[in-house]
């Protein structure tokens, strides 16, 4: 029995879909020294840095938002990165989350269960509630948000800092 060409690259198709879309995002576990190298760079790229929880309500609520900026200012000097604090052993939940939500930003669990040792290192005026969001650049942090936001701030912010 001959198999037809056609049908085998239908099946071939077939099966990349469905490797592509059960790829799993790898999201990287890391300490708070790890954090800082990724986002207090002596260069003109602006880091938003958004610290969420699957938990967290008005987390999950604006991610979309960061989503849209990531999407919209990727081409440009600037780099998302979705700081989640889940705990350590819940990692799985937030790669499925994050699958789940096609996030296209980076993803990092900081595993540093001890919140009231670090808060004070990102900003003092931070008080450990989530959502928090930080812009940097050049090594400085430009704006720090201790809310839930949006696109239209989001973006009122970074416009002036590219």
């Known amino acids: 029995m001959k198999l037809n060409i056609v049908y085998i690259i239908s099946i071939l198709l077939v099966f990349s879909v469905a ?6 995002k790898r999201i990287e576990i890391i300490k708070l020294g790890n954090l800082f190298d990724k986002i207090e760079k002596n260069n003109d790229t602006v880091y938003v840095v958004n610290f969420w929880a699957t938990w967290c309500g008005p987390c999950v609520k604006e991610l979309p938002d960061f989503e849209q900026l ?4 990727k081409s440009k000097k600037m780099k998302m990165l979705l ?3 889940d705990f ?3 990692i799985g939940k937030v790669r499925n989350f994050v699958n789940k939500k096609m996030i296209e930003s980076e993803v990092v669990l900081l595993d540093e269960p001890k919140y009231n040792e670090w808060i004070d290192k990102i900003d003092a005026n931070w008080e450990g509630q989530i959502p928090v969001t930080l812009f940097y650049k050049n090594k400085q942090k430009m704006q720090f948000i201790n809310k839930q936001t949006d696109f239209e701030q989001l973006e009122k912010i970074l416009k002036p800092l590219l």
């Open 83 to 85: 700081v989640s604090i």
């Open 88 to 90: 350590k052993s819940e």
């Open 70 to 73: 990531n999407m919209l200012y």
């Open 19 to 24: 490797t592509v879309s059960n790829a799993q």
